[in-house]
T-cell receptor, first 113, second 112 residues
Framework: NAGVTQTPKFQVLKTGQSMTLQCAQD?????MSWYRQDPGMGLRLIHY???????DQGEVPNGYNVSRSTTEDFPLRLLSAAPSQTSVYFC????????????FGQGTRLTVV | DQQVKQNSPSLSVQEGRISILNCDYT??????FLWYKKYPAEGPTFLIS?????DKNEDGRFTVFLNKSAKHLSLHIVPSQPGDSAVYFC???????????FGAGTRLTVKP
Protein backbone atom coordinates (compact mmCIF):
# COMPACT_ATOMS: atom_id res chain seq x y z
CA ASN A 1 0.00 0.00 0.00
CA ALA A 2 2.03 2.93 -1.32
CA GLY A 3 -0.33 5.75 -0.25
CA VAL A 4 0.91 9.10 -1.59
CA THR A 5 4.14 9.01 -3.61
CA GLN A 6 6.15 12.11 -4.49
CA THR A 7 9.09 12.39 -6.85
CA PRO A 8 11.78 13.57 -6.77
CA LYS A 9 12.80 13.71 -3.09
CA PHE A 10 15.43 16.39 -3.72
CA GLN A 11 15.94 18.90 -6.52
CA VAL A 12 18.22 21.86 -7.19
CA LEU A 13 17.15 24.33 -9.86
CA LYS A 14 18.67 27.45 -11.29
CA THR A 15 16.62 30.63 -11.28
CA GLY A 16 14.35 30.68 -14.32
CA GLN A 17 14.30 26.94 -14.89
CA SER A 18 11.03 25.04 -14.96
CA MET A 19 10.20 21.66 -13.54
CA THR A 20 7.34 19.41 -12.49
CA LEU A 21 6.94 17.80 -9.08
CA GLN A 22 5.11 14.51 -9.40
CA CYS A 23 2.44 13.21 -7.02
CA ALA A 24 0.47 9.99 -7.24
CA GLN A 25 -1.95 8.29 -4.84
CA ASP A 26 -3.40 4.80 -4.96
CA UNK A 27 -6.24 5.24 -2.45
CA UNK A 28 -8.84 6.45 -4.97
CA UNK A 29 -9.12 9.75 -3.09
CA UNK A 30 -11.01 12.51 -4.84
CA UNK A 31 -9.33 15.40 -3.11
CA MET A 32 -5.64 16.20 -3.63
CA SER A 33 -3.58 19.21 -2.68
CA TRP A 34 -0.10 20.71 -2.64
CA TYR A 35 1.47 22.46 0.33
CA ARG A 36 4.77 24.15 0.93
CA GLN A 37 6.49 24.18 4.29
CA ASP A 38 8.72 27.07 5.26
CA PRO A 39 10.43 27.66 8.62
CA GLY A 40 8.15 29.32 11.15
CA MET A 41 5.15 29.25 8.81
CA GLY A 42 3.73 25.77 8.93
CA LEU A 43 2.22 24.30 5.79
CA ARG A 44 0.55 26.62 3.29
CA LEU A 45 -1.86 25.45 0.61
CA ILE A 46 -0.73 26.13 -2.96
CA HIS A 47 -3.36 24.46 -5.16
CA TYR A 48 -5.96 21.77 -4.70
CA UNK A 49 -8.27 19.56 -6.71
CA UNK A 50 -11.63 18.07 -5.75
CA UNK A 51 -11.60 15.60 -8.64
CA UNK A 52 -10.29 14.87 -12.11
CA UNK A 53 -10.51 17.94 -14.31
CA UNK A 54 -11.13 20.34 -11.41
CA UNK A 55 -8.44 22.49 -9.78
CA ASP A 56 -8.44 25.65 -7.70
CA GLN A 57 -6.04 28.02 -6.01
CA GLY A 58 -5.06 27.90 -2.37
CA GLU A 59 -3.35 30.44 -0.16
CA VAL A 60 -0.08 30.85 -2.13
CA PRO A 61 -0.68 29.90 -5.81
CA ASN A 62 1.55 32.40 -7.62
CA GLY A 63 4.32 30.84 -9.69
CA TYR A 64 2.74 27.39 -9.74
CA ASN A 65 0.42 25.51 -12.09
CA VAL A 66 -1.45 22.26 -11.60
CA SER A 67 -3.60 19.90 -13.62
CA ARG A 68 -5.65 16.82 -12.72
CA SER A 69 -6.22 14.57 -15.71
CA THR A 70 -6.69 11.40 -13.62
CA THR A 71 -7.84 10.63 -10.09
CA GLU A 72 -4.40 9.24 -9.23
CA ASP A 73 -2.04 12.00 -10.38
CA PHE A 74 -1.68 15.65 -9.42
CA PRO A 75 1.56 17.22 -10.73
CA LEU A 76 2.78 20.65 -9.62
CA ARG A 77 4.60 22.77 -12.20
CA LEU A 78 7.02 25.58 -11.48
CA LEU A 79 7.03 27.74 -14.58
CA SER A 80 10.10 29.89 -13.89
CA ALA A 81 11.76 29.01 -10.60
CA ALA A 82 12.69 31.78 -8.17
CA PRO A 83 14.78 31.63 -4.96
CA SER A 84 11.58 32.41 -3.00
CA GLN A 85 10.29 28.99 -4.08
CA THR A 86 13.01 27.24 -2.13
CA SER A 87 10.96 25.12 0.23
CA VAL A 88 9.79 21.63 1.11
CA TYR A 89 6.74 20.62 -0.91
CA PHE A 90 4.15 18.14 0.27
CA CYS A 91 1.40 16.51 -1.72
CA UNK A 92 -1.64 15.25 0.16
CA UNK A 93 -4.84 13.39 -0.58
CA UNK A 94 -8.13 13.11 1.29
CA UNK A 95 -11.08 10.81 0.88
CA UNK A 96 -13.48 13.74 0.83
CA UNK A 97 -13.84 17.32 1.90
CA UNK A 98 -16.04 16.91 4.94
CA UNK A 99 -14.11 16.30 8.13
CA UNK A 100 -11.52 13.90 6.86
CA UNK A 101 -7.82 13.73 7.50
CA UNK A 102 -5.19 14.21 4.81
CA UNK A 103 -2.52 11.66 3.90
CA PHE A 104 0.81 13.21 2.98
CA GLY A 105 3.67 12.17 0.75
CA GLN A 106 7.27 12.20 2.00
CA GLY A 107 7.98 15.62 0.53
CA THR A 108 10.25 17.17 -2.09
CA ARG A 109 13.03 19.43 -0.90
CA LEU A 110 13.55 22.07 -3.60
CA THR A 111 16.40 24.54 -3.68
CA VAL A 112 16.47 27.34 -6.24
CA VAL A 113 19.85 29.00 -6.69
CA ASP B 1 -2.49 36.32 8.16
CA GLN B 2 -1.88 33.29 10.32
CA GLN B 3 -5.27 31.99 11.36
CA VAL B 4 -3.82 29.06 13.31
CA LYS B 5 -1.05 29.77 15.80
CA GLN B 6 1.22 27.55 17.79
CA ASN B 7 3.10 29.96 20.01
CA SER B 8 5.56 27.48 21.47
CA PRO B 9 8.20 26.49 18.90
CA SER B 10 9.54 23.80 21.20
CA LEU B 11 8.68 21.76 24.28
CA SER B 12 10.80 19.37 26.30
CA VAL B 13 9.37 16.85 28.78
CA GLN B 14 10.58 13.84 30.72
CA GLU B 15 9.56 10.35 29.69
CA GLY B 16 6.42 9.27 31.53
CA ARG B 17 5.22 12.81 32.16
CA ILE B 18 2.42 14.63 30.39
CA SER B 19 3.07 16.67 27.24
CA ILE B 20 0.67 19.52 26.53
CA LEU B 21 0.80 21.19 23.13
CA ASN B 22 -1.29 24.28 22.54
CA CYS B 23 -2.94 25.85 19.52
CA ASP B 24 -4.97 29.04 19.07
CA TYR B 25 -7.08 30.08 16.12
CA THR B 26 -8.72 33.30 15.01
CA UNK B 27 -11.32 32.17 12.47
CA UNK B 28 -14.62 31.48 14.23
CA UNK B 29 -15.83 29.56 11.16
CA UNK B 30 -13.37 26.73 11.76
CA UNK B 31 -15.26 23.66 12.85
CA UNK B 32 -12.87 20.77 12.37
CA PHE B 33 -9.46 20.53 13.99
CA LEU B 34 -6.64 18.06 13.53
CA TRP B 35 -3.22 17.28 14.92
CA TYR B 36 -0.45 15.92 12.75
CA LYS B 37 2.89 14.50 13.77
CA LYS B 38 6.00 14.86 11.63
CA TYR B 39 9.33 13.10 11.83
CA PRO B 40 12.38 14.47 9.96
CA ALA B 41 12.46 13.70 6.22
CA GLU B 42 8.90 12.34 6.33
CA GLY B 43 5.50 13.77 5.54
CA PRO B 44 3.08 14.69 8.33
CA THR B 45 0.93 11.84 9.59
CA PHE B 46 -2.54 12.23 11.05
CA LEU B 47 -2.76 11.81 14.80
CA ILE B 48 -6.18 12.83 16.10
CA SER B 49 -9.04 15.16 15.24
CA UNK B 50 -12.02 16.84 16.84
CA UNK B 51 -15.22 18.33 15.52
CA UNK B 52 -16.57 21.58 16.91
CA UNK B 53 -19.59 19.78 18.35
CA UNK B 54 -17.30 18.08 20.86
CA ASP B 55 -14.97 19.44 23.52
CA LYS B 56 -12.84 16.33 23.94
CA ASN B 57 -11.65 13.40 21.88
CA GLU B 58 -9.45 10.62 23.15
CA ASP B 59 -7.39 7.98 21.38
CA GLY B 60 -5.12 5.92 23.58
CA ARG B 61 -2.42 8.17 25.05
CA PHE B 62 -3.59 11.15 23.00
CA THR B 63 -6.43 13.49 23.96
CA VAL B 64 -7.46 16.67 22.19
CA PHE B 65 -9.42 19.34 24.03
CA LEU B 66 -11.35 22.11 22.30
CA ASN B 67 -12.45 25.36 23.93
CA LYS B 68 -14.52 27.14 21.28
CA SER B 69 -15.20 30.25 23.33
CA ALA B 70 -11.46 30.78 23.80
CA LYS B 71 -10.64 29.58 20.26
CA HIS B 72 -8.09 27.25 21.77
CA LEU B 73 -7.26 23.60 21.49
CA SER B 74 -4.66 21.46 23.12
CA LEU B 75 -3.14 18.03 22.65
CA HIS B 76 -2.29 15.99 25.73
CA ILE B 77 0.05 13.03 25.53
CA VAL B 78 0.09 10.81 28.61
CA PRO B 79 2.45 9.19 29.33
CA SER B 80 5.02 10.72 26.99
CA GLN B 81 7.49 8.36 25.33
CA PRO B 82 10.81 9.05 23.56
CA GLY B 83 9.20 7.90 20.29
CA ASP B 84 6.78 10.83 20.58
CA SER B 85 9.66 13.21 19.86
CA ALA B 86 8.60 14.96 16.63
CA VAL B 87 7.12 18.18 15.31
CA TYR B 88 3.40 18.50 15.96
CA PHE B 89 1.18 20.60 13.70
CA CYS B 90 -2.25 21.85 14.55
CA UNK B 91 -4.64 22.31 11.60
CA UNK B 92 -8.16 23.65 11.15
CA UNK B 93 -10.78 23.84 8.44
CA UNK B 94 -14.28 25.08 7.83
CA UNK B 95 -17.12 22.74 6.91
CA UNK B 96 -17.08 22.01 3.17
CA UNK B 97 -14.00 24.18 2.69
CA UNK B 98 -10.98 22.72 0.95
CA UNK B 99 -8.51 25.03 2.63
CA UNK B 100 -6.91 23.42 5.70
CA UNK B 101 -4.84 25.95 7.66
CA PHE B 102 -1.81 24.82 9.63
CA GLY B 103 0.08 26.25 12.55
CA ALA B 104 3.85 26.66 12.47
CA GLY B 105 4.43 23.53 14.53
CA THR B 106 5.84 22.67 17.96
CA ARG B 107 8.93 20.50 18.28
CA LEU B 108 8.41 18.04 21.15
CA THR B 109 11.41 16.36 22.73
CA VAL B 110 10.78 13.57 25.22
CA LYS B 111 13.87 12.80 27.29
CA PRO B 112 14.47 9.27 28.60
Amino acid sequence: NAGVTQTPKFQVLKTGQSMTLQCAQDMNHEYMSWYRQDPGMGLRLIHYSVGAGITDQGEVPNGYNVSRSTTEDFPLRLLSAAPSQTSVYFCASRKGVMNTEAFFGQGTRLTVV
Amino acid sequence: DQQVKQNSPSLSVQEGRISILNCDYTNSMFDYFLWYKKYPAEGPTFLISISSIKDKNEDGRFTVFLNKSAKHLSLHIVPSQPGDSAVYFCAASELNNNDMRFGAGTRLTVKP
